[in-house]
T-cell receptor, first 115, second 114 residues
Framework: DAGVIQSPRHEVTEMGQEVTLRCKPISGHNSLFWYRQTMMRGLELLIYFNNNVPIDDSGMPEDRFSAKMPNASFSTLKIQPSEPRDSAVYFC?????????????FGPGTRLTVL | AQSVTQLDSQVPVFEEAPVELRCNYSSSVSVYLFWYVQYPNQGLQLLLKYLSGSTLVKGINGFEAEFNKSQTSFHLRKPSVHISDTAEYFCAVSEGTGFQKLVFGTGTRLLVSP
């Protein structure tokens, strides 16, 4: 199994630029989660998809953030325009069904630095 | 809302010594508890989880955890640590009903030295 794949692994951009993070979940998993990890706030859930449909986006910080899942094997998290406070590690995770007992499988993360 | 407290931000220990990483959670009707490990520059990986049944849960790499409902705790233990166990450990609770919304603690960095 390839596991959850994220790209890029590192992204350095300037304030005001658009940033797109990509995720390929494990094949057969129907639930996908985007998290953000910072020293100040720890691990936060940004958005949850089930069967490609956004179910809970209450963790998305503001309108500058958007996420899509056009099909079962691909999701994007976009920040436009980016700001220095968006600097963090962004993780994508997938699980088989999204049930409370499931195991979530995390990707290696994308380290975003906004200058 | 659920919350998870990991009181120790860092735990230094010598190789082959036992270790306990503490986790307390806010009470709820039904609780599912998880321990995840994050090695440097990697994503999180499940160590073990408590869903129901026996309160002693065994996980990968020789780790185990005990669910204590009266003390609302889920401490992680290993009888003898290795250098390779150096990592960040996160306790998490599955919140509410419906889909699995994990609430993570702030993490405990385990530092194993020779």
């Amino acid at each position: 199994d390839a596991g959850v794949i994220q790209s890029p692994r590192h992204e350095v951009t300037e304030m005001g630029q658009e940033v797109t993070l990509r995720c390929k979940p494990i094949s057969g998993h129907n639930s996908l989660f985007w998290y953000r990890q910072t020293m100040m706030r720890g691990l936060e859930l940004l958005i949850y998809f089930n069967n490609n449909v956004p179910i809970d986006d209450s963790g998305m910080p503001e309108d500058r953030f958007s996420a899509k899942m056009p099909n079962a094997s691909f999701s994007t998290l976009k920040i436009q325009p980016s700001e220095p406070r968006d600097s963090a590690v962004y993780f994508c995770a997938s699980s088989q069904s999204g049930q409370r007992t499931d195991t979530q499988y995390f990707g290696p993360g994308t380290r975003l630095t906004v200058l | 809302a659920q919350s998870v407290t990991q009181l120790d931000s860092q735990v230094p220990v010598f190789e082959e010594a036992p270790v306990e990483l503490r986790c307390n959670y806010s009470s709820s009707v039904s609780v599912y508890l998880f321990w995840y490990v994050q090695y440097p520059n990697q994503g999180l990986q499940l160590l073990l989880k408590y869903l129901s049944g026996s309160t002693l849960v065994k996980g990968i790499n020789g780790f185990e955890a005990e669910f204590n409902k009266s003390q609302t705790s889920f401490h992680l233990r290993k009888p003898s640590v290795h250098i390779s166990d150096t990592a960040e450990y996160f306790c998490a609770v599955s919140e509410g009903t419906g889909f699995q919304k994990l609430v993570f603690g702030t993490g405990t960095r385990l530092l194993v030295s020779p």
